[in-house]
């Protein structure tokens, strides 16, 4: 029981002051800084590296430095004010079509170690949807690594595997031999 009361204490109330130790900001890929860019794929680097590396994907850090890049991206960057201000989360999304249908793709959501489980990442995702509303689209898509824990995360907040997504597959030993990552989505209300 007292875990769950701490939980609770360290949950961030974003309606509240605590807010104000962050700074939130939203840009196109071509007017984020180098320094932020670089902030982004230091970050998205020391969250899955090992993940990339363990997958079939590979980690490939030009590809995923161009892909970060990429024309139509809109990043939304937190920073925590502190002595120096520094980046410690930020999603990036575009509006693209998959499987003949417009979607709002999330390319990446990362958050800083020490920032999970307070109400960031929530923070982000829905900025994200409320984005959708803008862009008239009405369904959500993202990639997840299979072995990330924001699988749990997204599929609280309503995403669910995509018909689009790989499959496990049962090879004739019976193994199960489990995709190194899923396509999940959501119907958005716009």
Same mark, same amino acid.
């Given at each position: 029981?007292?875990? &769950?009361?701490?939980?609770?204490?360290?949950?961030?109330?974003?309606?509240?002051?605590?807010?104000?130790?962050?700074?939130?900001?939203t =840009?196109?890929?071509?007017?984020?800084?180098v320094?932020?860019?670089?902030?982004?794929?230091?970050?998205?680097?020391?969250?899955?590296?090992?993940?990339?590396k363990n997958?079939?994907?590979?980690?490939?850090?030009k590809?995923?430095?161009?892909?970060m890049?990429?024309?139509?991206?809109? =990043?939304?960057?937190?920073?925590?004010?502190?002595?120096? *201000? *520094? @980046?410690?989360?930020?999603?990036?999304?575009?509006?693209?079509?998959?499987?003949?249908?417009?979607?709002?793709?999330?390319?990446?959501?990362?958050?800083?170690?020490?920032?999970?489980g307070?109400? @960031?990442?929530?923070?982000l995702?829905?900025?994200?949807?409320?984005?959708?509303?803008?862009?008239?689209?009405?369904?959500s898509? @993202?990639?997840?690594?299979?072995?990330?824990?924001?699988?749990?995360?997204?599929s609280?907040?309503? =995403?669910?595997?995509?018909?689009?997504?790989?499959?496990?597959?049962?090879?004739?030993?019976?193994?199960? &031999?489990?995709?190194?990552?899923?396509?999940?989505?959501k119907?958005?209300?716009?």
């Amino acid at each position: 029981m007292k875990r &769950k009361e701490v939980s609770r204490k360290q949950q961030i109330d974003l309606t509240e002051d605590s807010l104000r130790s962050f700074e939130v900001a939203t =840009y196109k890929c071509e007017d984020l800084t180098v320094d932020d860019l670089t902030a982004c794929f230091d970050l998205v680097k020391t969250n899955l590296i090992d993940m990339y590396k363990n997958s079939k994907l590979g980690w490939h850090p030009k590809s995923k430095l161009k892909e970060m890049r990429e024309k139509g991206l809109i =990043y939304i960057i937190i920073k925590t004010k502190n002595t120096q *201000t *520094t @980046l410690t989360g930020f999603i990036s999304f575009m509006v693209t079509i998959e499987t003949d249908e417009c979607v709002i793709y999330c390319y990446e959501l990362q958050l800083s170690q020490d920032l999970r489980g307070r109400g @960031l990442g929530k923070l982000l995702l829905n900025k994200m949807e409320q984005f959708s509303s803008v862009a008239r689209v009405s369904k959500s898509m @993202l990639t997840v690594f299979s072995a990330n824990p924001a699988v749990k995360f997204y599929s609280k907040f309503g =995403y669910k595997l995509s018909p689009t997504s790989p499959e496990a597959k049962v090879l004739r030993n019976g193994v199960v &031999k489990t995709p190194s990552y899923f396509i999940m989505e959501k119907e958005l209300l716009t």
